[in-house]
T-cell receptor
Framework: ETGVTQSPTHLIKTRGQQVTLRCSSQSGHNTVSWYQQALGQGPQFIFQ???????GRGNFPPRFSGLQFPNYSSELNVNALELDDSALYLC??????????????FGEGSRLTVL | GIQVEQSPPDLILQEGANSTLRCNFS?????LQWFHQNPWGQLINLFY???GTKQNGRLSATTVATERYSLLYISSSQTTDSGVYFC???????????FGTGTRLQVFP
């Protein structure tokens, strides 16, 4: 059984650019959620996807968008990058559906630096 | 919105000591989870515990949903227990997950 994998592990972008982060969910899990963790802070919930549709969103602007694919993998896209977007981006999968957040299993994260 | 506060913010222990971490939340929740973030940033699920008590080896957790708090007990601490411990809650009638402020634990040999 493979765990949650994320790519890339590290990347550097400049202000105004766009970035795509990828996540493969754990085998048997149909729900994926994304989190932003700034240095020294706790994770902040961005959004959750179930059956390829957004199912819950935190307080993030529309330039943060996502996709979930039929194999339950997911992408996080961030447009018009700002310096404050520098953070560790975490993906989690869970074996749940529309009944809220199940037990979450996290990937190792993608560390984004915006210059 | 809901407030999720953890205490203490920092904890320093010698190997073998016991500790209790607390998570208080200001509103009703559907579920609560405890996580350990190791020094490399990996978040590990410890407990999914909307109510009641669970145990897993040296760790146990208790959630009293009616009183809006949860406790994480670590017994016979080891240096590998070092890191940051987070609780996370899903408030009623939301599709959001809110993380607490975290407790940073350092265990010395």
């Amino acid at each position: 059984e493979t765990g949650v994998t994320q790519s890339p592990t590290h990347l550097i972008k400049t202000r105004g650019q766009q970035v795509t982060l990828r996540c493969s969910s754990q085998s048997g899990h149909n729900t994926v959620s994304w989190y932003q963790q700034a240095l020294g802070q706790g994770p902040q919930f961005i959004f959750q996807y179930y059956r390829e549709e957004e199912n819950g969103r935190g307080n993030f602007p529309p330039r943060f968008s996502g996709l979930q694919f039929p194999n339950y993998s997911s992408e996080l896209n961030v447009n018009a990058l700002e310096l404050d977007d520098s953070a560790l981006y975490l993906c989690a999968s869970s074996p749940s559906g529309l009944q809220g957040f199940g037990e979450l299993f996290f990937g190792e994260g993608s560390r984004l630096t915006v210059l | 919105g809901i407030q999720v506060e953890q205490s203490p913010p920092d904890l320093i222990l010698q190997e073998g000591a016991n500790s209790t971490l607390r998570c208080n939340f200001s509103d009703s929740v559907n579920n609560l989870q405890w996580f350990h973030q190791n020094p490399w940033g990996q978040l590990i699920n410890l407990f999914y515990i909307p109510s009641g008590t669970k145990q897993n080896g040296r760790l146990s957790a208790t959630t009293v949903a009616t009183e809006r708090y949860s406790l994480l007990y670590i017994s016979s601490s080891q240096t590998t227990d070092s890191g940051v411990y987070f609780c996370a809650v899903e408030p009623y009638n939301t599709d959001k997950l809110i993380f607490g402020t975290g407790t940073r634990l350092q265990v010395f040999p």
